[in-house]
């Protein structure tokens, strides 16, 4: 990788480092709504999208970990529906 692509990767992620944590003000807690059927309600998602490069990023609640999907990598003009696991774990880095 050149330092120039080096350099606009490390922006690309800072800004979607960014866009997360603002929609992050928005999250719902779980347990902060109750529904009448005693239902705990939460954020499930939080998703962006770069309309530019297609790519579609998200992380779930019990994942925090940023997944992109690249969308102009699949047929758009296809007629079956395309589906993704969720990555439902949470990986922890242990610095030692």
Do not use: W
């Amino acid at each position: 990788m050149t330092s120039t692509s080096k350099l606009c990767n490390d922006l690309k992620e800072e800004g979607i480092s960014a866009v997360v944590h603002i929609l992050s003000n928005c999250e719902v807690p779980k347990g902060e709504v109750i529904t009448e059927e005693g239902i705990l309600d939460n954020t499930i998602y939080t998703t962006t999208m770069c309309i530019e490069s297609g790519t579609y990023y998200y992380h779930i609640y019990d994942c925090r970990q940023i997944t992109s999907i690249h969308l102009f990598d699949e047929n758009l003009d296809s007629e079956e529906i395309k589906t993704y696991p969720f990555l439902c774990k949470q990986k922890i880095f242990y610095e030692n």
